[in-house]
Structures are given as C-alpha cells and as structure tokens.
C-alpha cells in the first residue's frame, strides 16, 4: 500500500521505502532477463562449436618397430617415429581421435561424432601395440582398436613376430584400447585345388587332399562359422562381454562371411579399402596410413580429400 500524503514523516518514510522496494524488485527482473538471454546465446553458441556428424574417418596401420629399426620396415610396418608423426599432425589438422565404441553407435544409427572425427586401427595384434604404440597413445591422449589374430594370441611361435598376450591386452583395455577379431586362425592363405593355388582361408573354399575334392558349401560355411564364433568366445572370456567386429583378413567378404558374421553378432566388417564411412554402413572402408613411405604431410592430403569428395 502507498501513502501519498507528504506532510506526514511516517508516511513519507513509507512512501520511500515501497518506491525502492518497487525498484529493487524491478531491476532483479531486468537481471534475470539479461542471465536468460545470455544462457540462450550461450547455448546457441555452444550447438554450433559442438556441431555433430554422421561420418568418419578409419586409419589402418600394422606392426611398428623402434626408430633404430629400419631394417624391419616393410610395406605394413613403420617407426614409431613415424607414427609419432602421424598423430601429431592429425592433432595440429583439427582432427579428433574417438574410441571405436563413439563410432560403432554412429555406424549403427546412435549419436553423432565431432566434425573431422577419426579412429586408430591396428591390425594383427603384435606385441609392438603393447610395447611401442600403447606408451605413445597415453602420452597424447589417444586410444585405437586392434584386431587380434586369436589363435597367435593363445599359441606362442617362436617363429613369428611377438604377439599381444591376453594379460597385455587386458592392462591397455583400462586405459581405453580396445580388441576385436580378426578370426581366430583363418589370417592365412590355403590350398584351393590339386595344383595348389592358395587363396584367403576366410572367403574361398580349401582343397581337401584326403578327400581329393574342395569343401562343398555346407563344410565351407560351417568352418567359417566355427572359426568365427570360436574367436568372440575367446574375446570374451578373456576380456569380458564387448561389442563383437571384424576385421577381414587381406581385406576379402562374400556373402557368406557377411551372412555368418551378422548371425553371430558381428556388428562391422572392416575392410582395407578406402574411403570415408558414413552411418548405417556394414562394410567399413580404412585408409591405410601404415606404410614408411607415407608422410603425415601425405596423409593428412588423403584424409583431406575423402573428406571433401564424400
């Protein structure tokens, strides 16, 4: 209530104190409003710099050896120098590394992942992943995914590069690597006829001397279908209940492998093709960025250019 007559020190104290309370009153509000409409712009602001895409990017790389090395390079391995390299200028590039888990919910049809996203994939699961690649990805930050080979894994051979043990394996999965198959012992080429002519063992049916015949349809799928089972029951016992991919051994899938795979839950099937990947795809291009002669200079080039033909 207002008291207007002025002749009155009471009323005029009262009159004084509704006027600032009116004010005070009036001038929270007027704050309050500027708190929303910067809260809005805020927002506005921070949907546009977190901007989500439906694509991304794979690497491929195999084997790394130490920079003294050289000797060992070949066409699927590198220095760890080079590799060094390499994340170094996809950081400067503006790209960001996401785990494979980020990209499998995008694949499949879940949220988006940051513009210029891209995933580290190793292939083989050899010992260098634990020894070289693991300490340098901690350093920076990163994760990758490698696709083991299981039975290399579970048999040691003296003969063979050193792989990945499943206890190593374990250890790099706290820190946010993670493994996936790349079957259990089907990473080799096998007899295809009398003469010989070896062909991947995953996608092309064996010649079975005993029998002096190839396997039919019936015996080349249920083969197929042991191996690959085999391995996530592997996987799984060792690392625990995962997301179950493939990474196709010299890059070949039929149909059948495609058909068995999904039966068994095989969410992505990982290729050595390249191209960039868009959502809802089951066959998963990778640019291989794994040999010596490729330069972070180059590879952040070709990474470039699928980005801007997609």
Known sequence: MFITSSSSKGGYFLKTKAWSEAIRLTAITAVFAVLLVTAACGMTVSQDTTKKEKRALVLMYHHVVKDEETALLNDATITIGQLRDHLIALRHAGYN???MSDFVEMMEGGRGVPEKSVVLTFD?????????VYPLLKEMGMTASNFVVGYSSDMYNPEAYPHLSWEQMKEMKKDGMSFYSHTYNLHHKHNTSKEGDPKPALTIAKYMPNKQRSEDANEYIRRVKTD?????????EELGEQISLLALPYGYINEQVLT????LGIKLFFLTEEGINHADQKEIYRINAGNPHITSGQLIERMAQFEKNA
Do not use: A, H, N, W
Request: charged share 30%; hydrophobic share 35%; proline share 4%.
């Open 97 to 99: 590394v996401i785990p």
């Open 124 to 132: 083989d699961g050899y010992e260098s992943f634990y020894t070289l």
């Open 228 to 236: 690959l089972s085999f391995m996530e029951k592997r996987l799984k």
């Open 260 to 263: 068995v795979g999904q039966e």
